[in-house]
């Protein structure tokens, strides 16, 4: 029988550009999150900086995260721009970093610097089907129809929204949720990063199979929040 999944979402201060202090700020979350899983936000490695060179997952900066993802058994799903170049998602464990996902429904200036991922993506984990999603994404019907056919239970999604949006990660949630009957899980990035995002939503949550909201995140920088789905 399948095991409940204790799952988090992270809103970490995240500087432009300082890989080795954010992956540190990321390890702190995933220690302090004591959840299977931790989703970030939308290149939360490196701040939405589209020039930004592509990540490794071999990179030395990323030892911080690896470390705490061994210590405490957890799956960290971490934003970057990763090669291709693409907008990624991360999987980080005690087996290492590799890229889990790469976006494929990009919008405003990233067509200028990224590719299109090639395909919907699903993880195993514990016997849950994690499908994998980063801001855009989750606004094409299309996008968590593809991932949900794969057998997803959960779509899981790194965003990035300005303050003045901070009402369409809610949106999006409740209409995939009421459109497929599956959990869906939102990495909010706060604060201020690249592309003009001054402040950004925050407001991370996790959303049950009919539409409502489990956990919610406040605005604020730092914050985590958990869910168990069952």
Known sequence: MRTPLRIAVAQPLTRSLDVEGNADRHADAVRAASARVVVFPEMSLTGYELTAAPLDPADPRLAPLRAACADTGTLALAGAPVPGPHIGVLAVDADGVRVAYRKMCLGGAEPRHM????????????????GLAVCKDTGMPEHAAATVALGADAYLAGVL???EDAAVPDERARRVAAAHGVWVVTASFAGSTGGGYARAAGGSGIWSPDGEPVVRAGTGVGEVVTATLR
Do not use: F, M, Y
Request: glycine share 10%; net charge negative; proline share 16%.
């Open 161 to 163: 929204e300005s303050a």
């Open 115 to 130: 590719r299109p991922g090639p395909e919907p993506t699903v993880l195993d984990v514990d016997g849950w089907r994690l």
